[in-house]
């Protein structure tokens, strides 16, 4: 059976687990030091009213033997006991031969056995005990010039109260206890995390595409190990992408130079195509395809290799929304356009270029693998979203995170047409959306039907009150 209590812990983060075993620290301390605290309370009171009840016990014992004749009866005690020392809460039980001489709450049967048998053999003793429910101090001193015992039973149930009392003083300062602890290892979790903070805060600076970000000196010389350890490993990531960044865009620049021969040759050929024979024309239409598409994948290296470097940067200008959302869809022939009637006039501050280009990817996307796009939507509540919809197979579960890697085919790679397209496209969605400050996703279309629904979210403008 597995530990659940290790494994509920386990599930908390570090902050946490650290002021979870402060508390519980904590807890134990209490623990030890109320249970400490009440023992030794306990023993300190009832050794104090046992040893008053037992002196109080041997003094009224001996004044009684004074007191008693060979002929005294238990007739003649009230007179005698009346004038003995009493303590408040405590009762007499006085035996003279056969007969007794009782308390008017108690008998003789509620005197412990083991205590009357000591008393039998004519010896003195004392013991707690529990009298009618109640906690009792007994006393049994024997007489010894007499076939006489005096017993004092004395009440303890104020030294009861008192003992509940401390219980629950010491719950309430126990409660306190954790909780200062649990403050105490929140506070030194958030001292002792703090560097680690600024590591994590460091990574996400890097994977966000800030690659010069570095760790400053610590107050530690062990943390400064691990920061300087972090630093090399920054710069040692930073030159590494930079130098595979600076490979990607010389060589696609140094590819551009005869791919523009090559277009341009293809040109000619093409002004001649008629001049050709039926299977040279087949092949100068397969090769004008697949030139097409190397220069397009050229120029996405190119915007790729910009990313990977850091140096990619929008360039905002107002961009009306309504208004570009029309011409995108009717220069792809989307007849279904749906916007909200507070769309007009909404300008988002947005790279125009950019964002065209993420519609195009998206809608070439649409038309190579889902048949065109059927339906461009925009919403807005707190964020702007834009959705492009299709009627195709749709993008598996299992496959649409994936679907933004680069060079990404999974089970549509079947599916291509002619023109396969880069590979590179809904990458560089992903890419400019960042640069905007939003994100891209794929959903099931909500009305049931099969097809692909990508949905591209952006922040709005913030307005004015």
């Avoid at 680690?196 to 570095?214: K, Q, S, W, Y």
């Avoid at 090399?232 to 791919?259: K, N, W, Y």
């Avoid at 501050?349 to 195009?360: C, E, F, H, I, N």
């Amino acid at each position: 059976m597995p530990d659940v209590t290790k494994t509920d812990v386990s599930r908390l983060g570090l902050g946490a687990q650290i002021s979870v075993l402060f508390a519980i620290g904590g807890l134990l301390v209490s623990i030890l030091l109320g249970g400490a605290t009440l023992l030794l309370t306990r023993g300190q009171l009832l050794d104090t009213r046992g040893s008053a009840a037992a002196a109080m016990a041997v003094s009224n014992a001996t004044r009684l033997s004074n007191q008693l004749t060979p002929e005294s009866s238990i007739e003649d005690l009230p007179t005698v006991v009346d004038s003995l020392t009493r303590i408040e809460g405590s009762q007499r039980i006085i035996r003279v031969g056969d007969d007794w001489l009782v308390a008017p709450e108690l008998d003789r049967a509620d005197l412990p056995a083991p205590l009357v048998e000591r008393l039998g053999d004519r010896r003195p003793g004392q013991m707690l005990a529990t009298v009618r429910g109640q906690p009792r101090f007994v006393v049994g001193i024997p007489l010894t010039a007499f076939d006489a015992d005096y017993y004092t039973i004395s009440d303890l149930s104020d030294v009861e109260q008192t003992l509940d009392d401390l219980r629950y003083v010491l719950l309430g300062t126990g409660a306190i206890a954790v909780t200062l602890a649990a403050l105490l290892g929140s506070w030194a979790s958030r001292r002792m995390l703090r560097p680690l903070r600024r590591v994590r805060e460091a990574a996400e600076a890097i994977a966000g595409g800030r690659l010069d970000t570095r760790l400053g000196v610590q107050a530690d010389p062990d943390l400064d190990r691990l920061s300087d350890s972090f630093n090399e490993m920054a710069r040692a990531l930073e030159s590494r992408i930079q130098r595979d960044a600076r490979f990607a865009s010389d060589v696609s620049h140094e590819l551009r130079s005869p791919l523009t021969t090559l277009m341009a040759g293809v040109g000619v050929l093409e002004s001649r195509k008629e001049e050709l024979s039926p299977r040279s024309m087949i092949a100068l239409d397969l090769l004008v395809a697949d030139l097409e598409r190397f220069n397009r994948l050229v120029n996405d290296l190119l915007e790729i290799s910009g990313f990977d470097a850091g140096v990619a940067a929008v360039d905002l200008t107002e961009v009306d929304i309504a208004r570009f959302l029309e011409v995108t869809a009717t220069n792809a022939d989307v007849v279904d356009l749906r916007m909200p009637d507070d769309a007009r006039g909404v300008l988002l501050q947005a790279d125009k270029r950019r964002l065209a280009r993420v519609m195009s990817n998206l809608l070439d996307n649409a038309g190579r693998y889902g048949g065109g796009a059927s339906a461009i939507i925009l919403e807005m509540d707190n964020t702007l979203r834009i959705i492009v919809e299709d009627d195709g197979a749709g993008i598996p579960a299992a496959e649409r995170s994936a679907v933004f890697e680069r060079f990404f085919r999974g089970s549509a790679g079947g599916r291509r047409t002619g023109d396969g397209g880069t590979g590179l496209g809904l990458n560089l969605v992903v890419e400019d959306l960042r640069l905007h400050g939003g994100r891209v996703w794929v959903e099931d279309r909500p009305d049931g039907r099969p097809g692909a629904r990508f949905v591209l979210e952006l922040p709005l403008p913030e307005v004015d009150a």
